[in-house]
């Protein structure tokens, strides 16, 4: 606003329209002088996205694909978790789903459809990349390699264009970073995204309302738990605890084998009363046997963590794919049985296909359209 030769306050006003009313349509900014909101009509505010298609599935969750300006697309899912539910899902962690405190400091609009009684309670997905540079061999993220990261504004676009498909009586409850994309690969964006998804003026969400996953990049995981000081939640992809195997499931891991991830985990200054989400997809004969489930429960035995088991979405371009049920069953029940609290995420929007970077990719050949994998950057 300053270089436009306005008051650096109309700034505060048109980030309250924006990210605290959803407003983007800068006419209805009733508190702006009639010169700025036609400047702003005529040559500002192009939204950084538009939504591409709407996918519903039969169970209630929505899989948004969006355009960006460049005609990159990703994807973002909504998941509506009603408070009687018990169908746990893989994108929802709502250990402490009761407890509004901290909402209590937001200004404006806390929660979109807050005020309006006993609402479904909405997770989103966000994604942080176009692709994904990591190479995890059963993701269609990583088989499309990484093609950009995405901006600031993209990343918190996903969550205003969702916003405004919220019914009445839905209210915008937790955000994971899961989507498409390495979140700490993107970090400056990331970062900027969340300042803006938790100022006061904005949305207002709780930090602890927000979770990131990673693949396991250490000095990003530190330089993230110094940055919100841990109040963001921690979601860890593991999916084996042998290094060689990990190594070849992840090729991340090679450069920060488990023994440094889990020190980082140690070092996260999350608060004593949370605990770090351990994500773990079983992939058939990769990492389901009963010898990987007492590896994994000897190797997260001294820390305070749950496990989330996800049995692999199918994805094109890979022969890989879940256990029968009842190994994921074994499995689950050798963690319990080793004293770990522990989740098996039905996936759900299977319709619609849910796998992160899926209906993107639908029909693309691996690495066509994408740039070819960089293992960081
Ligand atoms: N890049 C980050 C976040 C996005 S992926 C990360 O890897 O943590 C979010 C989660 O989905 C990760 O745990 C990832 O391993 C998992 N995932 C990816 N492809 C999957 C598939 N085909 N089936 C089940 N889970 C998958
Ligand atoms: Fe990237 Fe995560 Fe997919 Fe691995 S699982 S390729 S880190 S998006």
Not at 95 to 104: E, F, G, T, W
Not at 140 to 153: D, F, N, P
Request: proline share 6%; with cysteine; hydrophobic share 40%.
């Amino acid at each position: 606003m300053q270089s436009r030769r306005h008051p650096a306050y109309r700034g505060d006003q048109v980030f309250e329209w924006l990210h605290g009313h959803n407003v983007t349509d800068a006419d209805k900014m009733t508190n702006l002088p009639a010169a700025l909101r036609a400047e702003l009509v005529s040559e500002g505010l192009t939204p950084p996205a538009h939504v591409a298609e709407v996918h519903r599935s039969a169970d209630g969750s929505q899989k948004l694909l969006l355009e960006l300006g460049d005609a990159c697309r990703v994807e973002t899912v909504l998941l509506p978790v009603t408070r009687t539910s018990d169908d746990a899902n893989v994108l929802v962690d709502d250990d402490d789903d009761d407890d509004d405190r901290d909402d209590a400091n937001a200004e404006v609009a806390p929660l979109a459809g807050a005020r309006r009684g006993p609402a479904t309670r909405v997770s989103q997905c966000l994604s942080t990349q176009v692709g994904c540079a990591m190479g995890c061999v059963f993701c269609a993220s990583g088989i499309a390699g990484l093609k950009r990261h995405m901006t600031a504004a993209e990343i918190v676009s996903q969550v205003t264009l969702a916003r405004q498909l919220l019914g009445p009586d839905e209210a915008l409850r937790n955000l994971v970073f899961m989507g498409m994309g390495e979140p700490l690969h993107n970090y400056d964006a990331t970062v900027r995204a969340i300042r803006i998804l938790t100022h006061p003026k904005g949305l207002g969400l709780a930090p602890r309302r927000i979770t990131v996953s990673t693949s396991g990049l250490v000095p990003e995981i530190d330089k993230f738990g110094a940055e919100f000081g841990g109040k963001v939640g921690l979601a860890i992809s593991l999916h084996q605890a042998d290094d060689a195997k990990r190594s070849a499931l992840m090729p991340v891991n090679q450069r920060y084998p488990i023994r440094e991830l889990l020190g980082a985990l140690r070092r996260y200054p999350l608060d004593r009363r949370r605990r770090i989400t351990i994500e773990y997809t079983l992939v058939a004969g990769q990492n389901d046997s009963a010898e990987d489930a007492r590896r994994l429960a000897r190797l997260l035995a001294s820390l305070t963590v749950k496990v989330n088991l996800i049995p692999m979405n199918p994805i094109e371009h890979s022969s890989l794919g879940p256990p029968t049920a009842p190994r994921v069953a074994e499995f689950q029940a050798s963690l319990h049985g080793a004293g770990l609290l522990c989740f098996v995420r039905r996936r759900r929007g299977d319709d619609v296909a849910a796998a992160c970077g899926q209906l993107v990719l639908d029909g693309e050949r691996p690495n066509a359209r994408f740039v070819s994998r960089q293992p960081r950057g």
